[in-house]
């Protein structure tokens, strides 16, 4: 394994401060933050609601990303109030305390001065929040609402968090008020990331990176967790906080379940094995995946569909400049597998279209219905931040990647026959099925995802995790396995 470059890291005594360890953002960038989220609000009352108290096990507690993203507070069962009139907002915090005895288990607090001092924030007791909200809507000034999803991709199911139930029973005290959605200005801020931010995720990618060499440089595995720990170890011993997600290896069938994280099967020699898992640093989420041979060597077979994805990956990468569409980016890395699928006998063609299982409008995407996209299925980029999908510039206006963005390219291939019995029985899905199913056996099994992580910077594109990816690279590295001792 190389060296890691060095990388100061500064730890912090829980001592009350209301900074969080190795605070490497700046105090003022996040009060310009506010500053912007302020001008853009105009007139009005932003009301937050930070994490709560794990209550499930005894977890650490980690702030969600948004109310991190504006305060730097990483204390739970706090809420934020920003009173703003002509584009200049005050915020206050408002605080939880704990209690003397709980403190000495989980240590103290922040208290008003603290948060006063460290974050140049006014502070107060959370059981005041009720009336001081009260009495900003009584005098008629719109609510936008910052609600307490810890991620965008679950924010239908998430209905019963404390702020949900707060500004329901606001709205129901002051009939006619008007509330908005705070998170479509604080998302288009996030989305846009500063020289801070982008050295926090080039560390995360770094760490991510010598996670998936260590997993190359495991003695061959019989269980998808003996890899699992290897990343996972790798991360924690070089200073990641947690995975940036539930850690995804799968070996063989499941290699072609898109987010499958049980990690508990078995690993043949002859099996791809998808290790889709990255680190969290300083709450920046890195995602980064490598497919790989159990046995140390890909069969012909499985070189051809992982070339595919590569090569996939790289077209993208070429499109990926400041100035291009998105679009342009996605297109390339798609046409490249769909060519590649028809001349393996994988589909019908690069125009042949199928009935989808699930709802697709095959007029505006006709892609989502050619079939090289069952075997493709999902999207291959997104935004990376304090969140693993956090919001980016390309996702807004005319579309194109801009200095500031942060993002991945995942381009996959997934083959299996058990995927067939997904399709409606249509005479285009049986004609489909019929040219495939003689091919498909060859490749039976078969998932690759090779995914990076990416910023623009005033140099351009610049891919910033470096795990080896060519399979020459990947073939010598794992050829230096030790062997596996006898338990």
Request: charged share 25%; net charge neutral; hydrophobic share 40%.
């Amino acid at each position: 394994m190389r060296h890691l470059r060095s990388f100061a890291v500064v730890i912090a005594l829980s001592s009350g401060s209301a900074h969080a360890a190795a605070a490497q953002i700046p105090v003022a960038e996040y009060a310009a933050r506010r500053d912007s989220l302020a001008a853009r609000v105009g007139e009005g009352v932003v009301v937050g609601f930070g994490g709560r108290t794990p209550i499930t096990d005894f977890a650490p507690f980690y702030q969600l990303p948004a109310f991190h993203y504006l305060t730097d507070f990483d204390e739970p069962d706090a809420a934020l109030v920003m009173v703003v009139r002509g584009g200049r907002g005050a915020t206050t915090l408002f605080l939880t305390p704990v209690g003397a005895r709980k403190a000495f288990y989980y240590g103290r607090r922040p208290d008003s001065a603290a948060v006063v001092r460290d974050l140049g924030m006014a502070a107060r007791s959370f059981a005041s929040l009720g009336s001081v909200v009260d009495s900003l809507a009584a005098a008629g000034m719109p609510v936008y609402r910052l609600a307490d999803f810890s991620d965008a991709d679950f924010a239908v199911e998430d209905s019963l968090t404390r702020g949900g139930q707060f500004m329901r029973a606001l709205a129901a005290r002051h009939p006619g008020l008007v509330v908005r959605d705070a998170h479509d200005i604080v998302d288009a801020l996030r989305a846009r990331k500063s020289a801070p931010e982008v050295a926090l995720l080039r560390r995360a990618a770094e760490i991510s990176s010598e996670g998936h060499r260590a997993a190359m440089l495991t003695p061959q595995p019989s269980k998808e967790y003996e890899l699992q720990a290897s990343l996972e170890y790798t991360f924690m011993r070089l200073g990641g906080a947690r995975p940036s997600y539930g850690s995804i290896v799968g070996g063989g069938a499941h290699g072609t379940q898109l987010h499958y994280m049980r990690d508990r099967g078995d690993l043949k020699p002859g099996d791809v094995v998808v290790m889709d898992a990255a680190t969290e640093y300083e709450g920046y989420a890195a995602d980064v995946t490598r497919s790989i041979p159990v046995s140390g060597s890909y069969t012909p077979a499985q070189r051809a569909i992982y070339q595919l994805v590569l090569d996939a990956q790289k077209a993208a990468e070429r499109n990926s400049k400041p100035g291009m569409r998105a679009a342009a980016a996605s297109d390339s890395a798609f046409d490249i597998r769909a060519r590649g699928l028809a001349s393996l006998g994988l589909t019908e063609g690069t125009e042949a279209t199928f009935d989808p299982p699930w709802p697709a409008d095959c007029v505006k995407s006709p892609r989502a219905c050619q079939q090289g996209m069952f075997w493709m299925i999902h999207g291959i980029s997104h935004g990376l931040g304090l969140a693993v999908h956090d919001p980016a510039q390309f996702y807004y206006g005319d579309r194109t990647f801009r200095e500031g963005d942060a993002f991945t390219i995942e381009p996959g291939i997934y083959l299996s026959s058990a995927m067939l019995s997904a399709l409606p029985d249509t005479p285009k899905n049986r004609a489909f099925i019929a040219k495939v199913r003689a091919v498909l056996p060859k490749y039976e099994n078969t998932g690759v995802r090779i995914e990076d992580d990416y910023v623009i910077t005033a140099r351009g594109l610049e891919r910033i995790s470096d795990a080896p990816r060519e399979i020459a690279d990947v073939e010598a590295l794992m050829r230096k396995r030790p062997a596996k001792t006898v338990q």
